[in-house]
């Protein structure tokens, strides 16, 4: 299993930004993985946000997040980041990092091996 330990979410206003990082849990890696953010709203099943490769080259991003937020990996830090720019209220919801078992032009899929999460609140 690849288990990840994300950070950084907060409660913020509409408009405001947040980076939020993942990185892997004791004993894990993500060395080598495509890696995913995905969300959760109300106990809603997951939905993919953004996905990047490993080498970084290839990048998913959900249509209503386009231009807004911008996923990137620095592997030396053994992290992926997700900048989240002008924050709306649908943007809320618990953020999950996973590897992805398929990434293409229009989805991004989980590996569905979660840690605990970090809520994202955009409220005013």
């Known amino acids: 299993q690849v288990r990840a330990v994300e950070s950084g979410g907060d409660q913020v206003q509409p408009g405001g930004s947040l980076r939020l990082s993942c990185t892997p849990a004791?004993?894990?890696?993500?060395?080598?993985?495509?890696i995913g953010w995905f969300r959760q709203t109300s106990g809603d099943e997951r939905e993919g946000i953004s996905c990047i490769s490993w080498i970084g080259g290839s990048k998913y991003y959900k249509p209503s997040v386009g231009g807004r937020f911008t996923i990137s990996r620095d592997n030396a830090r053994h992290t992926v980041y997700l900048q989240m720019d002008n924050l709306k209220p649908e943007d809320t919801g618990m953020y999950f990092c996973?590897?992805?078992?398929?990434?293409?032009?229009?989805?991004?899929?989980?590996?569905?091996?979660w840690g605990q999460g970090t809520q994202v609140t955009v409220a005013s």
């Open positions: 996973a590897r992805t078992s398929t990434m293409g032009r229009d989805s991004c899929r989980p590996v569905p091996e």
């Open positions: 004791s004993g894990s890696t993500l060395e080598g993985y495509a």
